[in-house]
């Protein structure tokens, strides 16, 4: 059974920094896609960042703030967040798109962390 074990988060002033990870483990042939979503209150899910084998996508709304990294022989997906708002509150959600055989493919959700940015 593949989990997603996020880790990291907390409480943090504006303008701090935060480092968010997120441990795969589980019967796995191959992770494609890693990225984070987050979810403010009364608000949808959001894709915040996005890794592939080999490009990076990130929501216009962090862009040279937060930089989204993996290394694949542990794993691991990371956020480092840099210059946090308090716009950046929410639970912040790790996602993954992987094979468990080679021909079959699932999405796959962390549990969650909450990211709390005060003024």
């Known amino acids: 059974q593949v989990q997603l074990v996020e880790s990291g988060g907390g409480l943090v002033l504006a303008g701090g920094s935060l480092s968010l990870s997120c441990r795969v483990s589980g019967s796995i042939f191959r992770i494609n896609t890693m990225g984070w979503y987050r979810q403010a209150p009364g608000k949808q899910r959001e894709l915040v960042a996005a890794i592939t084998a080999g490009s990076t996508n990130y929501a216009d709304s962090v862009k040279g703030r937060f930089t989204i990294s993996r290394d694949n022989a542990k794993n691991t997906v990371y956020l480092q967040m840099n210059s946090l708002k308090p716009e950046d509150t929410a639970v912040y959600y790790c996602?993954?798109?992987?094979?468990?055989?080679?021909?079959?493919?699932?999405?796959?959700w962390g549990q969650g962390t909450q990211v709390t940015v005060s003024s």
């Open positions: 996602n993954a798109d992987i094979n468990t055989r080679r021909y079959q493919a699932n999405n796959y």
